[in-house]
């Protein structure tokens, strides 16, 4: 690796340092804003606790792709689920994002990350399909430990993410726990306003 690679790839990584401080909508248990690099660590610590159930998956694979996820978001931030126009491809405008966020980096490394992005954003792999699953599951877990606004809308979790959920049976078990904690929490909530 010569000189103005290893530049290029600081550059990036100075860049994407931006995810330790972009927050998100969810709140931690102490009522602050999750970042994004917060989520992305317990997706990956996620993957890992998961592992044996799913010995089809390269874990390597998996493992990459919840790291590279939100990447995007570096330049862009993160727009809530639900603020997302149906009309606008959030996923275009991420994936530009994304390409120039890459471009301090060699033409390999680039390649590579796009590529796992792209099946990620599709789903079009068993890792890409479980890392999607365990995207939606990590973020109704935060919206549910989390010291939430008094007007936060806990029913939308309730929806959020069924496609990429309902598939595998323990992804659709954990579904069903954090579906009826959610539940609790909205009833909880709609009683408070």
Known sequence: MNAGELDGILEFLRHAERLKVL???AFTTEGERE???AHTWRLCLMSLVFEENFPEVDHSKLVKMCIIHDLGEAIGGDIPAIEQDVGNSKSAQEREDLLTLLKPLPEQVRKHITELWD????AASPEAKLAKGLDKLETILQHN???NPPDFDYRFNLKY???YTAEDPLIASIRAILD???EKHAIESEKNL
């Open 145 to 147: 430990q989390g010291k």
């Open 23 to 25: 927050t998100r909508t």
């Open 161 to 163: 993410g069924n496609n």
């Open 35 to 37: 970042s994004v690099a």
């Open 180 to 182: 009826r904690e959610t």
């Open 119 to 122: 099946e990620y954003e599709e």
